[in-house]
Each structure stands twice: as structure tokens, then as C-alpha cells.
Nanobody, 118 residues
Framework: QVQLVESGGGLVQPGGSLRLSCTAS???????????YRWYRQAPGKQRESVATILSSGRTMYEDSVKGRFTISRANAENTVYLQMNSLKPEDTAVYYC?????????WGQGTQVTVSS
């Protein structure tokens, strides 16, 4: 089994930055089978949406509203995926979830709250 644990959320002023982390723990064989990771977010009253994806090749993809502001990266040796968020806006306020895809198996973290407010 694999657990994904997010950290790094919090309260930040508009224009500020946060870095979210998602660390995988558990069965190392299963962790190594995770071939891509994605960050999702869900704001109150809204559907969960994809924010950023990183493939095992290193290729990255972003939702249009975060392009140029957010950067997804991974540290394979640490089994960790990051989401660097810059120039944050109030509309970025949401619970951010880490997701890992390994064939037919999906892993979700518990979520971390990001609040952008003055």
C-alpha cells in the first residue's frame, strides 16, 4: 500500500508564494510503479479540478489559469512531488490534493488547505 501525504499549505497574502509537498510512503515497489502525479484543487462549492501534472518522463502540464505561476517538480530519490505556487491570487484558495497514478491503481492524499487573502 502507498500513502500520499501533502504539506505546505497555509494562509498567504495575494502575490505571495507557497510550496506544497507530496511525499509517498509505504511499499517501495508500489511507489516505483507510480508513473505520473497530479495536483488537484477543490474550492468551496466547486468541482475538483486538475492543476498540474508531471509524467515519469519529466514532462509537465498545467491548467491555463496557473500557467507561468505554478511549477510542478519531483524528487525521485525522496519520493516527493512539489508544487511551487507564485503570484498567488484569492481565486487560488482551495484544498489541494496530491494524486498518483500507477496503472489501474490510484492514490490520493488527504489534502492541504491553501488560503490566499489579505
Amino acid at each position: 500500500q502507498v500513502q500520499l501525504v501533502e504539506s505546505g499549505g497555509g494562509l498567504v497574502q495575494p502575490g505571495g508564494s507557497l510550496r506544497l509537498s507530496c511525499t509517498a510512503s509505504g511499499n517501495i515497489f508500489n511507489i516505483n510503479n507510480i508513473n505520473w502525479y497530479r495536483w488537484y484543487r477543490q474550492a468551496p462549492g466547486k468541482q475538483r479540478e486538475s492543476v498540474a501534472t508531471i509524467l515519469s518522463s519529466g514532462r509537465t502540464m498545467y491548467e491555463d489559469s496557473v500557467k507561468g505561476r505554478f511549477t510542478i517538480s519531483r524528487a525521485n530519490a525522496e519520493n516527493t512531488v512539489y508544487l511551487q505556487m507564485n503570484s498567488l491570487k484569492p481565486e487560488d484558495t482551495a484544498v489541494y490534493y496530491c494524486y498518483g497514478h500507477a496503472g489501474s491503481v490510484e492514490y490520493w492524499g488527504q489534502g492541504t488547505q491553501v488560503t490566499v487573502s489579505s
